[in-house]
Structure formats: structure tokens, C-alpha cells
């Protein structure tokens, strides 16, 4: 396939018959709306309900555990090991611990060489020591005489007292999870003390300690599973290595790296995430004044604090001064009034058509690095906060607004799913966004033609982001405090189920580009022409166009994108041919 | 040297009290070779003297070791330095702390004053050079305001003398 043919229409059913969701869940049946009428069906759910949000992968190579779940796999391995050894479930649980809960480790050492595993974990066969008096026994810590009842041993024989086993076990528990690894007493005695006696001899509270850091040996040692590091969280995450991303997402909802447990950020490279990080804990005295929670309305001057999500703002009357809250410049000169010219994520652009103030050259220049810095920064952190808002509003809807949504427009739950769909798309595409602008920090200055083609694709990725944002932030508001069902409602749901899928495929032609070092570029500039994301397109919704790499071709060269869509002129939205105007912003077909 | 911190310790507890009459007791019928206890009324602290044992560097000279109990001895280790002033010795600070993984990570309920002794003897037997630790300058500096050893974070990396 190349790119073309991944452009399907959002109305061309007759499309959907070839193997476009071939790498997609295999046995996950596609669940169209079919009973929304005619082009309404644009949208629908990709099967993958358990984490929408994340981008795409061709299966999931992780596992999110609960509590139970980590027990459960805990006793299921000991009992393998303690059923295929032929030891007690104790012994089992030791030899475990010691070979980091890896049961083919455990055997292979075992069949290896029993009696020295036997010695290095101190699981000993026979008694090493013999009492010479067997009514009589001298408790090797307190010197007191006991009779045989009152003393307990370790596979060793070596004689304490139930309270100085206890004070010994419990001083141990208390100082860590070396407990975990507890020998007898006596110094020249390797001898495990095991579970059991733990159970025997200590406090209901300590034995409740050690049973904690049982468990949490068991995912904190193994290579294999590692805590979600988000706040208050108790899964854990078992991480199949192999094939497909770092990104895993838990329960929590907290998507984070495999790799570098920094939050997911994907798709770029953990090294660039943790420079990024270290520079911004560097500079952040530096960002604390020039980054204040407000700035001034460009045309009146009246301060003004952000608190939606997108960046579109909106001066208070009288002004009504509509800019852009990154660059400051009026909204018109973004989006789609302008032909999809969206600039505002250029550094360069920016310099070079002297918004940032150029008077003073040689100040600039000292200035450059920080303010350099500050553009992406800002960027960076003004998606963070963007995405903080978009979750909160996620949230908000699935509590409260879809069910009064489903009150005032007469509409089942079940068919609003594509508002619940566009906020996690939001969620997701803030998330990568705000990731592209530590990638754009460290991206070559030289490397023109990489650089050139990235802010194009940030570009579009950033304005078809912020058309969908401003759709679900605003213009939901409608039909919210409406009185009764709107006329307007279904046209809404075709536009805001269209502008998810459409940002869904910017974004994913972005995340794809940045992971292939954007290499389809060569060294003019241009864009090579062959067409990178198709193979894998195969994820991609259907919605309408996937704006691959061809698209830029295409838009310089023709309207026309292939023989059956048509580009629009204003936002670029490739259009089914019989259509006279877009579908996406209404401007008539020229 | 270490009076702050022993002042500030509370009491030994009745099973530290038993177990160090005990020890106090079979210490007195035999004592370890080289070792002499100074009769003191405080079972909370006590000092030995040390003899050098023939045939190495410290032959015939005398030391003296100050052992301080804990409230939950022998659950905790006992604090064990050496007065003034402390032998020359690659593991030995000139305050008299003593490097010895057994005094802090290696301590045993099982073990007791005297084979602790046994130990420092051993120690001391074995060294081929009277000379302070790389680091004692620096470390003797960070000691001050009596900073017991057991705060110290030990790096026991030397196991041949």
C-alpha cells in the first residue's frame, strides 16, 4: 500500500472492505454506530477499550497487577518451585527470594548443584548442632536454662528462647527488608530462618511488616515488574520485553516509561526526556519570572489568566480580542482562516518576522539561548497544564455531563461516546505534544530539512489539536445548557467525531516520524515523497485521511489528493469528490 | 570523648541486665586470654585492658577498650572504642573508633563481649604496619561533638587484617 490508499473518506463505507485494520486486535469485533444515519458513522471505537488513550501498538506487551494479583502469582511460583524440588512451600519462598522470584533460575541452580544452593541459602538438610543435654537446653542469647518446649531451632539445631528469637526476629524486621534474607543468630551459621518461624515467634504487626516486604520482593526484585510510580498507586506493572513501545499504562490511569519510569513519552527517546528534565530543573529559577501565570491581553493590556484548556483566547467585553495565547498574535492569523497556516510552534518563524523584539541586536544575542530555551519551554509546560485541564474535563464529563447531555438532547449514553472519545484523544495528543517540544529543543540547528519538516508536522498535528480542543471545550457548551434536543446536534457529532479522527492521524503521523528520526527526509529538505506511515497505518482509524508524508506533495502540487478526494483549500481536510464544499470548515470547493 | 552520648542513653533493660550478669559472671571464672576487666559498679559500661599478644607489632603494650551497653543489648551491638590513646593501626581512628564489620552490620545476639574481645585481638595480631586509616584526618574532623561509631557508615572492604 503506499499513503494514498490509507486516505479513506469518512463516508466511503465501501472502503472499509480491504485489511485496514489488519495489525489492529485481531479477534476485537469493530463496533460501528451503525444506527447513527448516513454520514454520522464516521466514528467509531477501535475495539481497544481498555486504554483509548493510548496511542496505538500492535498488542499490548504488559500487565497491570492488582494486589491479588501480584499474591497470586507470587503463591503460584513458589508452589511450582516447592512442587517441582520437593520442599516445603517455606523453602520455596527462600530459595526464590534469594534467585530474584525467577523460577527457572531456581531450577537450573538447583539441578545444578543442590548441596551448594542448599549452603548458599542456608536451607541444611541435617542439624549442624546437637544439644548435649536434651531436657535441659541453654538459650544462646540469654544464657537462661529452658526445658526443650520453651526453645525453638532453625534447620540447625541452635538453641534460643521464644522471646530472644522473638527480639532478634523482630529488631530484624524492623530494620528493613534484609529480614527477608534473616539467618540464625549464631555467627558461624547460615542457617535461613523461614516463614513460618516468623509466624511462630513475632508480633501479629511484624509479622504483618514481613509480609509486605515479601510481597513487594516480589515485584521490586524481579526484572520483570516494576510499581507504577504514580502517586498513591498500588499496581504493579509485569513488562514483557520484545517488540513495541516502553509506554504502559496503568489502571491508575497514569501512563508511564517502562524504561525510565519518567511519564510516558513517547515518541521521544528516554535520553532526551531526561536532559530535558535536568535542564528544566536547572532553569526553572530562570522560568519562574518570565513564565507568570498571566500575560496581558495584546490589545487592551488588561492581564489575563488562562483557564481553559486550548489556546484560543477570548479578551473579556469590550475588547474581545481573540489571539493566541503562545504567540500572542491575533487568532486570525491561525487555523483555518488563514488556509492552515499554523505557525505559532516555530521558533524561527517567529524570530524572522520580528515578534520577539529584535531592536537590540546584541542584547539578543546574550538573550538568545535563554529565550531560545523559553520558547519551547513554554510550550512544553503550556501542554502539561493543557492536558492537566483536558483530564479534569474528561473527568467531568464521564461523571456529570454526558448524562445531562443525554437528558437535554434525548440521546442514549451509548451514543455520546464520542465526546468521552474526543477528550481522551485531547488527553492523549497534549501528552505527545508537549513531548515534540523537548524533541524540538535538542533537534540539530543545522539539520535544516529535519528541522523544516518536524514544524510542519508539529504544525499540523498542534492546529488540528486545537480545532478539536476549542470543539470539545466550546462548542459543547451549546448544546449543554440548551433547553431541549438541537437540530444542530448531529452535525456537532459529525464534526467533533471527525476532528478526533483526524487529529488521531496527525498525531500518529508524527509520533511515527519522530520515531523513524525523521530519516524520510533527505538532505534538500523536501520531504521524500514515498510514503513512510502506510505499512503501519494499519492501526490508524478509519475517519478520514491519514495526512502522511504524501500529503505535502500533494497539497503543493494539486488540490486534488487522489481520484476520489479533493483537498480543501482552507484547512486541508481531503474531501469525498462528490462533496461541493468541506465537510470540515464548510468553505465551498474551488 | 563519648561521655555526651552515653549520658543521653537510657537504661539497660531487665533482659540486657540478666544477660550481661551472665556474661559478667563467665567472664570472671574465665577470661579470654590477654584481656583484664576493670572492676567498675556500672554494668552499663565497661573497660578492658589489652595486652598485645607476644609476637606481633603489639607485643607488651597495653590498651584499654571502653564498651558501652544499649538499652536492648544483645539485640543491638554494643558501642566499643578504644581510649586514649588507640593503638596504631590501619582500622583504628586516632578518637579510637574501630572499623570492624561485627561492632555495627555483622552484629550477633549470639556474640558477646568476649568474643568480641577475641576479635579485636585478632585484629590487632594480624596487622604487618602501625599506621592510621587513609581517611582519619577526615573522618576523625566529622566525629567531633562525640558522634558515637555506630552512626558511621561502615565500609568494611579489607578482610585481611
Redesign the interface.
Known amino acids: 500500500m503506499d499513503s494514498e490508499d490509507d486516505m479513506h473518506d469518512a463516508n466511503d463505507l465501501d472502503s472499509l472492505d480491504d485489511d485496514f485494520y489488519s495489525g489492529e486486535t485481531e479477534d476485537a469485533p469493530m463496533d460501528y454506530y451503525t444506527d447513527y444515519d448516513d454520514d454520522a458513522d464516521d466514528y467509531f471505537d477501535d475495539g481497544d477499550d481498555s486504554d483509548p488513550a493510548d496511542s496505538r501498538r500492535p498488542e499490548q506487551n504488559f500487565t497491570i497487577l492488582k494486589e491479588s494479583d501480584i499474591r497470586q502469582r507470587q503463591e503460584d511460583d513458589i508452589s511450582r518451585v516447592a512442587a517441582v524440588l520437593s520442599i516445603p512451600r517455606v523453602a520455596a519462598s527462600i530459595l526464590l527470594r534469594h534467585y530474584n522470584w525467577s523460577v527457572s533460575k531456581v531450577n537450573d541452580a538447583w539441578f545444578a548443584d543442590e548441596e551448594q544452593v542448599r549452603k548458599t541459602v542456608g536451607l541444611l538438610e541435617k542439624k549442624v548442632y546437637e544439644n548435649p543435654d536434651a531436657n535441659e537446653l541453654t538459650c544462646g542469647i540469654c544464657f537462661e536454662v529452658y526445658p526443650p518446649s520453651k526453645i525453638q531451632t532453625a534447620s540447625c539445631g541452635h538453641p534460643y528462647c521464644f522471646s530472644c528469637w522473638g527480639g532478634y526476629i523482630g529488631t530484624s524486621i524492623n530494620d528493613g527488608p534484609g529480614c527477608l534474607m534473616l539467618r540464625c543468630p549464631d555467627p558461624s551459621c547460615g542457617a535461613a530462618v523461614d516463614q513460618d518461624m516468623i509466624n511462630l515467634l513475632v508480633s501479629a504487626e511484624d509479622k504483618e511488616k514481613y509480609d509486605r516486604y515479601l510481597l513487594r520482593s516480589y515485584i521490586e526484585d524481579n526484572k520483570k515488574t516494576k510499581w507504577c510510580p504514580a502517586p498513591g498507586c498500588e499496581h504493579a506493572v509485569n513488562f514483557d520485553a520484545g517488540s513495541g513501545s516502553y509506554d504502559v499504562s496503568c489502571l491508575c490511569s497514569y501512563s508511564f516509561c517502562w524504561n525510565c519510569t519518567e511519564e510516558a513519552h513517547r515518541p521521544v527517546d528516554c535520553g532526551t526526556v531526561s536532559k530535558w528534565i535536568l535542564k528544566n530543573s536547572a532553569e526553572s529559577e530562570n522560568m519562574n519570572w518570565i513564565l507568570a501565570n498571566s500575560k496581558p491581553c495584546p490589545k487592551c493590556k488588561r492581564p489575563i489568566e488562562k483557564n481553559q484548556g486550548c489556546m484560543h483566547m477570548t479578551c473579556t467585553p469590550p475588547c474581545k480580542f481573540e489571539f493566541c495565547w503562545l504567540c500572542l498574535g491575533a487568532w486570525t492569523d491561525h487555523g483555518e482562516r488563514t488556509g492552515g497556516f499554523y505557525a505559532c510552534n516555530r521558533y524561527e518563524a517567529a524570530k524572522q518576522e520580528g515578534v520577539y523584539d529584535e531592536t537590540e541586536k546584541r542584547r539578543e544575542m546574550a538573550k538568545n539561548s535563554l529565550e531560545r530555551y523559553t520558547h519551547y519551554y513554554e510550550r512544553w509546560a503550556s501542554n502539561q497544564s493543557s492536558r492537566q485541564k483536558a483530564l479534569a474535563d474528561l473527568h467531568q464529563m464521564q461523571t456529570i455531563n454526558i448524562e445531562k447531555l443525554s437528558d437535554t438532547q434525548c440521546q442514549p449514553e451509548s451514543q455520546l461516546k464520542f465526546i468521552t472519545e474526543a477528550w481522551l484523544q485531547i488527553v492523549e495528543c497534549r501528552r505527545v505534544l508537549k513531548w515534540t517540544y523537548a524533541y524540538g529543543f535538542y533537534l540539530a540547528e543545522h539539520e535544516q530539512g529535519k528541522k523544516q519538516f518536524f514544524e510542519y508536522l508539529q504544525g499540523e498535528a498542534e492546529s488540528g489539536l486545537e480545532r478539536l480542543h476549542q470543539c470539545a471545550e466550546k462548542e459543547l457548551q451549546v448544546f449543554l445548557n440548551g433547553d431541549g434536543p438541537s437540530k444542530d446536534f448531529n452535525d456537532f457529532r459529525t464534526k467533533l467525531a471527525g476532528l478526533t479522527s483526524v487529529t488521531r492521524n496527525y498525531f500518529e503521523n508524527l509520533v511515527r516520524a519522530l520515531e523513524n528520526g525523521l530519516c524520510d527526509v533527505d538532505s534538500n529538505g523536501a520531504a521524500s515523497s514515498k510514503a513512510t506511515g502506510s505499512k503501519n497505518a494499519a492501526g490508524s482509524s478509519k475517519g478520514r485521511g491519514g495526512r502522511g508524508k504524501g500529503t505535502i506533495r500533494a497539497s503543493m502540487s494539486s488540490r486534488i489528493t487522489d481520484d476520489n478526494h479533493w483537498s480543501c483549500e482552507q484547512c486541508t481536510y481531503a474531501n469525498v469528490r462528490s462533496a461541493t464544499a468541506c465537510q470540515m470548515c464548510n468553505q465551498p470547493r474551488r | 570523648m563519648t561521655s555526651s552520648s552515653t549520658s543521653s542513653r537510657k537504661n539497660l533493660s531487665k533482659?540486657a541486665c540478666?544477660?550481661l550478669q551472665?556474661?559478667l559472671t563467665?567472664w570472671q571464672a574465665s577470661p579470654p586470654a590477654g584481656f583484664n576487666y576493670k572492676v567498675s559498679d556500672n554494668l552499663q559500661r565497661w573497660v578492658i585492658e589489652v595486652v598485645g599478644a607476644p609476637g606481633t607489632l603489639y607485643a607488651n603494650e597495653t590498651y584499654r577498650l571502653q564498651v558501652d551497653f544499649p538499652e536492648?543489648y544483645?539485640?543491638?551491638a554494643p558501642q566499643v572504642i578504644f581510649m586514649n590513646p588507640a593503638p596504631m593501626h590501619p582500622h583504628i581512628y586516632s578518637n579510637g573508633h574501630i572499623c570492624l564489620d561485627?561492632l555495627y552490620d555483622?552484629w550477633?545476639?549470639?556474640?558477646t563481649v568476649s568474643?568480641v574481645c577475641i576479635s579485636i585481638l585478632s585484629m590487632l595480631s594480624s596487622s604487618t604496619v602501625k599506621q592510621r586509616p587513609e581517611d582519619n584526618d577526615r573522618y576523625v574532623k566529622n566525629c567531633r561533638n562525640g558522634r558515637s561509631p555506630k552512626e558511621t557508615r561502615w565500609w568494611f572492604h579489607d578482610d585481611k587484617v
Open positions: 533482659i540478666n544477660r551472665k556474661e563467665e536492648h544483645p539485640m543491638e561485627i555483622s550477633s545476639p549470639a556474640m568474643s
